[in-house]
């Protein structure tokens, strides 16, 4: 600290472009950032505050302005919030803070004021800053629960960079089940935007639901999301594998895992039913429930008659 004469000048000559070598420590290895120091150049910032004087002492106080700086806009919340903008804006944040502290900078610098000059002019620009930074375009969010989402990155004032969805790669497994014979589809879809330059790679294991890598062989590569299995068959049971790129880079990977119903176990099902039926003693139906007791009707000779033949057609079908 400085004393000042009774001009308001320092005592003794002093570099308007000097501070005490903590506080340049201070400000060039704090881990702890904030949209100011992550904006604003500490040179600008030193001399900003070089002719901070305390009121209350009348002496200069390199160190309070600092903490005056903290308090206004490192530590507020509201500025922190407000400088959570979208990817790429983070420069639009430096032009709206640049245009509050420069200014100051320029009048203030090699020059005395009074500790209450700075808190009024610091803090007008910490509420200029909030109510043109909060009109930014915000981020669009993070979709999950996977792949890496460039364009769902939100800039960070604490950590002067954006920080990603942190979804894995890997979505979780979708089942499908199809008729055997029937036709299935699978779409490569995502919720969040992907790049105009994509590439989409699809790829098969057989006969098993996984997500390891290497039990995937390609099936096919291109530009087409849609992959389409006209008619369905026991081979084409197992685990498909959608994986998106960009450029060299993998975005996202979907999973799809595919069951096979056969026809001939949906048949013997049925007739399995009908049989069953008909060994219902002497040949008559369950009561119906809520019906009148011992309800029991016969069969008509219409319906043994097919009844015989579905258990014949069982009959044939079990043996070949």
């Known amino acids: 600290m400085d004393k000042v004469t009774a001009r308001g000048e320092p005592s003794l000559p002093l570099d308007g472009r000097l501070v005490h070598n903590g506080v340049l420590t201070s400000l060039l290895f704090n881990p702890s950032l904030s949209c100011y120091q992550c904006l604003i150049d500490v040179e600008d910032s030193v001399r900003l505050c070089w002719g901070h004087i305390l009121t209350e002492n009348n002496v200069r106080n390199v160190d309070s302005c600092f903490r005056k700086l903290d308090r206004i806009f490192n530590n507020n919340n509201k500025v922190i919030v407000a400088g959570r903008v979208g990817k790429g804006y983070d420069k639009q944040l430096k032009k709206i803070l640049d245009a509050e502290i420069l200014p100051m900078v320029g009048e203030f610098d090699g020059k005395l004021n009074n500790d209450t000059v700075y808190e009024e002019r610091l803090q007008t620009a910490a509420d200029n800053f909030i109510a043109a930074a909060s009109k930014l375009p915000r981020v669009s969010g993070c979709f999950p629960p996977c792949g890496f989402q460039k364009a769902g990155a939100v800039y960070n004032c604490i950590t002067c960079q954006y920080d990603s969805c942190e979804f894995p790669l890997d979505c979780p497994v979708k089942e499908i089940s199809v008729m055997e014979h029937n036709r299935t589809r699978m779409w490569c879809s995502v919720p969040f935007p992907l790049p105009r330059d994509i590439e989409v790679i699809w790829r098969y294991a057989a006969e098993v639901k996984t997500q390891q890598v290497d039990q995937f062989k390609e099936v096919t590569a291109g530009v087409d999301r849609l992959y389409s299995i006209p008619s ?54 369950v009561p119906v429930p809520g019906g009148p007791p011992h309800s029991l009707f016969l069969l008509s000779p219409v319906l043994l008659i097919v009844c015989l033949t579905a258990l014949l057609l069982l009959l044939f079908l079990s043996l070949g």
């Open 232 to 285: 369905a068959s026991l081979q084409h049971q197992g685990t498909y594998q959608c994986e998106i790129y960009t450029g060299q880079h993998s975005i996202v990977r979907l999973y799809y895992h595919v069951t096979v119903t056969p026809r001939v176990v949906v048949g013997h099902t049925e007739l399995q039913e009908i049989f069953d039926l008909s060994l219902l003693p002497g040949g008559r139906f």
